[in-house]
Nanobody
Framework: QVQLVESGGGLVQAGGSLRLSCAASGRTFSRYGMGWFRQVPGKERESVAATSYGGDSTYYADFVKGRFTISRDNATNTVYLQMNSLKPEDTSVYYC?????????????????WGQGTQVTVSS
């Protein structure tokens, strides 16, 4: 497993942007597929975006396509989520996650390492 720490959350107005970062420990970061999920109270955690371990394959949930971009820097063990054109319905706790596969996965059960989450609040 890897240890994951998210940062970059906060309060932003609708239409604004935020960039989330996830710093991973360990020397094998480049061998993990990475993903971002989000969860609001009372709802299941949902996949937002994912990337393969090389960063050449990505997945986006329909509700963020064209607005969010996932990227990774294997040299610094960091994965990012650039969020543009934010909407109030994007308000959630965002989690970074890692799985031991090369591919970009949207499947919750595939992931075995999770960060503590970072709150994103979008005001209308």
């Amino acid at each position: 497993q890897v240890q994951l720490v998210e940062s970059g959350g906060g309060l932003v107005q609708a239409g604004g942007s935020l960039r989330l970062s996830c710093a991973a420990s360990g020397r094998t970061f480049s061998r993990y597929g990475m993903g971002w999920f989000r969860q609001v109270p009372g709802k299941e955690r949902e996949s937002v975006a994912a990337t393969s371990y090389g960063g050449d394959s990505t997945y986006y949930a329909d509700f963020v396509k064209g607005r969010f971009t996932i990227s990774r820097d294997n040299a610094t063990n960091t994965v990012y989520l650039q969020m543009n054109s934010l909407k109030p319905e994007d308000t959630s706790v965002y989690y970074c996650a890692a799985h031991r596969g090369w591919y970009a996965s949207a499947t919750f059960s595939a992931y075995d390492s999770w960060g503590q989450g970072t709150q994103v609040t979008v005001s209308s």
